[in-house]
Structures are given as structure tokens and as C-alpha cells.
């Protein structure tokens, strides 16, 4: 990224105010206006830089997958590619690396060989030092479960711990009956319920009936007609 003169001159003062704000003065006028829109003008064109990097960058691995895929007839290519994007800041991947060692074991002249085995090796150096730096941030990171995913749970119905099978499962108790409600000491007593009357003596032996005597007289009402 490279500045004109006049992005310098609004650069250098942006930094001077950040470094001494007392510098500015207290009460706006025509010129701090002017300093204010070409800082704003400034900070949208670093944005439109850092974009059209992004798209440069962009371009330059599509292209450089292009011509990965057509090797081994593209070599001189593939090797002028891959130097830009590593120039840009890419980090070569294991398609490039597998590519350059393909290409580092095919017949090839003295010079273009040292050229792919150079090439070789920064690569190499390049994703090891990749591999290095994420593995100290996996070590620096804070312990505990990673985001997206959840603990893992028990689910019933496997094996028993004290043994295997059906043999070791123990039997899972029955949950106990809830117990009854007892009686509210403070609720009123209503009137018992009606039960069955209780039978009389009466009821329970009748008295028997005396036995007439043979020949006796019947009464008026015993004659026949």
C-alpha cells in the first residue's frame, strides 16, 4: 500500500494528534473542519485498499489452484504463482506441499530441480511454523468445552457398572405409592354417613309359635264351612 504526499501530510497529523490531543483546539473553526474531512477521506481510502487487497488476494489463489490442477504441464507457471501468493501472505496447504514433492521427485534439469526443492523447503518451513503458532494458541487457550458443542450425557437403559450383560444389569425399583393424605385436623366434622340399622332381638330370634294338641277345638274362625 503506498501513500501520495498529501495522504502523508494527513496521516502525519492524524498520529500528531493522537499523540499530543492537547494540540487541538478547543473550539472548531474552517481549519479543524478541514482536518476532519481529510482524515474521513484518508480512512475511506485505506478502506478501498484494504479491500482491493482482499480481491488482489482472492484472485491470486484462484489462479494459483488453476494452475495446481493442471500440473505437471504447468510447472513454470505454478512455481511463478506460488511465489506471488506467498509474497502476499499465503500459507501454503498440504495440495501444495504434496504438489511440490511430485514435482521435486519428476526428472528435471540441475537448475530447475534446486529451484523446486527450494521451493520446497520454504513451503515446508512456511506450514510448519503455521502448525507451531496454532498449536501454542490451542495451548493458551482457556480449558473448558468448545463452543457449539454440548456435554456428553448418560443415557438410561445401558449396561449396569458392576458387571456385563444381562446378569451384571441390577433391576430398577419400583417407584413407592405416594402416601395418602392425612386427615385435616382443622376441617369441620359433618354427620356421620347412615349405616345399616342395626337388627332387635326380635328381629334376630322371633318367637316361636305354640304347638296345638291333637282333638283340640279350633277356633271360630279355624271351622270349616
Do not use: N, W
Amino acid at each position: 500500500m503506498a501513500f501520495s504526499a498529501d495522504e502523508l501530510r494527513v496521516l502525519r497529523r492524524a498520529l500528531a494528534i493522537a499523540l499530543h490531543p492537547e494540540s487541538v483546539p478547543r473550539h472548531s473553526g474552517p481549519e479543524r473542519d478541514e482536518e476532519v474531512r481529510e482524515c474521513l477521506r484518508l480512512a475511506e481510502a485505506v478502506d478501498e485498499a484494504a479491500r482491493e487487497g482482499g480481491r488482489l488476494r482472492a484472485f491470486l489463489l484462484a489462479d494459483l489452484a488453476r494452475y495446481r490442477a493442471a500440473l505437471p504441464g504447468a510447472v513454470v507457471g505454478y512455481a511463478e504463482r506460488l511465489q506471488d501468493a506467498l509474497k502476499a501472505g499465503y500459507r501454503p496447504g498440504a495440495d501444495d506441499l504434496a504438489a511440490l514433492r511430485r514435482l521435486c521427485a519428476a526428472p528435471a534439469g540441475r537448475e530447475e530441480a534446486g529451484r523446486r526443492r527450494a521451493l520446497l523447503a520454504r513451503c515446508e518451513r512456511l506450514a510448519e511454523q503455521d502448525v507451531r503458532a496454532r498449536l501454542a494458541d490451542r495451548a493458551t487457550a482457556p480449558d473448558g468445552p468448545l463452543p457449539g458443542r454440548g456435554r456428553l450425557l448418560a443415557l438410561p437403559g445401558g449396561r449396569a457398572s458392576g458387571g456385563t450383560g444381562a446378569e451384571g444389569a441390577e433391576p430398577k425399583p419400583k417407584p413407592a405409592p405416594d402416601p395418602a393424605p392425612k386427615p385435616d385436623p382443622k376441617a369441620p366434622k359433618g354427620p356421620a354417613a347412615p349405616g345399616r340399622p342395626i337388627p332387635t332381638p326380635g328381629e334376630v330370634f322371633p318367637p316361636r309359635r305354640k304347638a296345638t294338641p291333637p282333638g283340640a277345638v279350633r277356633g271360630p274362625e279355624a271351622r270349616p264351612a
